[in-house]
């Protein structure tokens, strides 16, 4: 039975000073993790502050850093959060030493030290494989979608994006002679009202947006030049008659493909008038010649002596009737729609206006619109995972056996396909780091590492680095074994690209074959594909591709559900990219952290 209830004086003073190192127990992450900050080289962040200035002190770049990552681990990215933190949560209070960074402090150092999270995240990674982490004997690459800071409802047609950039234009001009007549000076030398900034951050994207929908339409072949390009080959090839070549071009004008066809029939007719007045001139030549006595008499049959008839002409006719009864309803047509007649033809084929333009892109009569969106212009629609829309990117992620990250790459294309031969190269630098960070440098056939020779002299070719070949060998008992990937990456050429050994699955679990225990050898004769499919028949090859599940698929969850990177904070791609380094810089250090004490200190000591 209990006495009495405790005192709670809240207005005592502390009689001895505070001692923050005993806020947390010796084996919090706090202290780890405030090691690993102090082993990290920032010249490159520290480079960028000018120092020896008559303003405040700046905080101290390590412990920022440390503080991100701490808040990125327990899955906090708003800088306001973190700054309430900052005043509530014990570790932060230590890391911040009792410091209050404001909110505006914090994404200001994110945001300017984006280049730098690179570098850091190698840095990272090269600690956690100096401790045994990275093991290269499997690697598998996937790509996860991530939506973007922006709303797929934003992406706007090239047209609408330019009406808009007119209209702000002129605008800002218009304000812009306003403030000269008042302030008498430029408005050039005056800062921009607080009020008026949104406005200038608005048209700054929108151009951007505009820039991105040119740029891809001249790729594509979908700029006004090269459409009517297109469209004048296509009219002077139905004039000509070669109907035989290419398909008809989207957005032709259907008054002038008829005209062209009006003209090539009627010039068929012409031909055919020709050719028949020939006949005619060398029948009766025949029918002279029989009179006369000197040539064999001639078989007129149903042969008629009127240029008018005969089959091809008759055929020739019907031509240019068909051409005459399409030109007349493209005429209408093309009059119903000046004339707004909302029951005309093309009411039906003519979408509606609006800043996104038509719902699809296969609508007759129109070119493929390009969108871009007005919020991020570098992000793109693509397919989520349960199958429906979002704007955001993809983020490819190379992954070792053992789970750490050892490469990660955002990209704007949704096709996983394309994204195999750029990250093969870039996995395996990435894998040719953790091996020279920790290798021996005891290779049999030549004096260091035998990986790393190669590598030098194989240059941009280093995809196809394998060392000495000699099994005896302890670089190649730590080098790649198999990459693999999932069906979306499964094509011909990707098949045959060349690189380190991968097993690549054609389609989903349910769709691999039946693993064969006394498999045959396949056929001499057999193509990429009957190969793969035969390893993945074998023991071997199917219980390696089933780590690859087990392998990345925990990762891309972690990173969405633990440090909830399922929306970036940031737009554009390079901000977006930082924000997967940190928090695959943050993965790897919670993995870091789960090692025996004394393999992270001999980790750090090395």
């Keep these: 039975m209990a006495k009495d209830f405790r005192r709670v004086d809240r207005d005592q003073q502390f009689l001895l000073p505070v001692d923050m190192r005993e806020w947390l127990p010796d084996d919090h992450v ?39 990552i701490y808040a990125y681990a327990d899955g906090v990215r708003s800088s306001r ?27 200001r150092f994110r945001q300017l030290h984006q280049d730098s999270v690179k570098d850091l995240f190698t840095q990272v990674l090269l600690v956690c494989a100096k401790a045994g982490l990275g093991r290269l004997g499997t690697i598998a690459i996937d790509g996860t979608k991530i939506a973007a800071n922006a709303s797929r409802y934003a992406s706007c047609r090239r047209e609408w994006l330019q009406e808009q950039v007119t209209a702000i234009t002129a605008e800002a001009a218009a304000a812009d002679e306003a403030e000269d007549a ?21 048209e700054r994207r929108l151009r951007w947006a505009l820039e991105e929908v040119l740029a891809e339409e001249s790729a594509r072949g979908l700029d006004a030049g090269a459409i009517s390009a297109k469209h004048a080959e296509f009219l002077e090839r139905t004039r000509n008659g070669d109907n035989t070549i290419g398909t008809r071009p989207v957005g032709v004008d259907p008054v002038a493909v008829a005209e062209a066809r009006l003209q090539a029939a009627q010039d068929r007719l012409a031909r055919e008038r020709t050719a028949k007045r020939e006949q005619i001139e060398a029948m009766r030549e025949r029918i002279r010649l029989f009179e006369a006595g000197r040539g064999p008499k001639p078989v007129l049959g149903p042969f008629s002596f009127d240029d008018n008839r005969g089959r091809e002409v ?12 399409e030109l007349a309803t493209a005429l209408s047509t093309h009059n119903d729609a000046a004339n707004g007649d ?5 009411a039906q084929i003519t979408p509606g206006g609006g800043k996104r333009g038509p719902r699809s892109n296969s609508v007759k009569g129109r070119p493929p ?4 969106n007005v919020t991020d ?30 490469a990660c790459e955002l990209v704007q294309d949704s096709n996983d396909r394309r994204q195999l031969k750029p990250m093969m190269p870039v996995a395996v630098a990435a894998a040719l780091a953790v091996h020279q960070s920790r290798c021996l440098r005891q290779c049999p056939a030549m004096d260091g590492c035998c990986l790393e020779a190669f590598a030098s002299l194989k240059g941009a070719g280093i995809v196809s680095a394998n060392g000495c070949r000699q099994t005896s060998c302890p670089c190649a008992l730590d080098w790649i074994g198999t990459l693999l990937f999932d069906s979306g990456y499964w094509s011909e050429d990707n098949l045959n690209a060349p690189g380190p050994n991968r097993l690549i699955a054609p389609g989903k679990a349910r769709d691999l074959p039946q693993v064969e225990h006394n498999a045959k050898p396949p056929p001499a004769d057999g193509d990429p594909a009957t190969w793969m499919l035969h390893r993945l028949a074998t023991e071997d090859g199917s219980a390696t591709y089933k780590r690859r599940a087990a392998t990345v698929e925990p990762v891309n969850g972690q990173l969405k559900d633990r440090i909830r990177l399922r929306r970036f904070a940031r737009r554009g791609r390079s901000a977006c990219q930082s924000e997967l380094d940190l928090a695959a810089l943050v993965l790897n250090f919670r993995q870091f952290c789960r090692l025996d004490p004394d393999i992270r200190a001999a980790a750090l000591a090395s």
């Design 182 to 202: 008042t302030f008498k000076t430029r408005a050039d030398d005056i800062e921009t009202p607080q009020q008026l900034r949104g406005r200038r951050d608005r």
């Design 81 to 107: 959060q973190i700054e309430r933190l900052c005043r509530t949560d014990v570790a932060m209070r230590v890391i911040c030493g009792l410091q209050v960074p404001d909110h505006t402090a914090i994404a």
């Design 314 to 325: 008759a055929r020739a006719k019907r031509w240019v009737t068909r051409a005459e009864n």
């Design 369 to 372: 619109q390009i969108r871009r």
């Design 30 to 68: 706090v202290w780890i993790l405030l090691e690993v900050v102090e082993h990290l080289d920032l010249s490159g962040i520290e480079s960028r502050y000018a120092l020896g200035g008559t303003g405040r002190r700046a905080y101290d770049p390590r412990m920022m850093l440390a503080l991100l």
């Design 377 to 406: 212009p570098e992000s793109r629609q693509m397919q989520g995972a349960d199958g429906g829309s979002l704007q955001g990117y993809n983020a490819q992620l190379a992954v070792g056996a053992d789970g750490l990250i050892l």
């Design 342 to 346: 909302a029951g005309g033809a093309a």
